[in-house]
């Protein structure tokens, strides 16, 4: 009789890969997690089950409570960086660090921060590099442009002399990666979100109202839509009033 670990080792690893993309576009986590590990026990260096792995914990930090999530956020960059080092011309492995980068950034102090940026930066736009068609890379380089549409003057001074300077760029180049974004993936509530975010922020408030509308008709690909369409009607419904 075959032991459980002869069997496992016979199903192919394509094979837990797909099953488990299917339950992650599921909205299933668990089950998606469950699976990908199987995949991981057969074949612990595959980079396209780390930046998988990378997707997940992201994706299931996003929608965890505040105490557990920077944990979350930090071994999914491991599973990123994993992948990097396993293969450096896979696109995911970089578009899932940077993601992980993102939302690691919001934990640190001034200075790490800054240092996250210029990382940030150089992953989405080597992922890019990897995959024009990369969606969520886009996605990603649009928030974070958006995120240094909000840094002041004074503040891109002081990290220019003290801290070794911030990338260029802000909500005109957000606007763009966005666009790009929404071109790739129409129909992706996350894209849309983030479009109407920059605008909103921006003080564009009928561009945003009008972005902020047409991602509220968009279906959920991601447990965090839940949390993304409460704020889009809380702010269409005060740029309603």
Known sequence: MLSLLTILMLVPVEGYLAAGDTEYKMLRYAEAESLYALALTSAPARPEILWRFARLTVSIADVTPDTGRELLYRKAEQYARACIEQNEQIADGHTWLAAALGNIAMY????????LAREIHKEAARAIELNPNDDIAY???????????????IERQLANMFLGGLPDGGYPEAVE????????????????YELGMVYYDWDRNAEAKAELLGALQLAVTLRSDSTRIVEMRDIVSRLSD
């Open 108 to 115: 640190e102090g001034g200075a790490t921060k800054v240092r």
């Open 139 to 153: 996605s990603i380089l649009g928030s974070f442009y958006r995120a240094l549409g909000g840094v002041s003057w």
């Open 177 to 192: 990666a966005l666009k790009k974004a929404i071109v790739l993936a129409p129909n992706v509530m996350r894209h849309r």
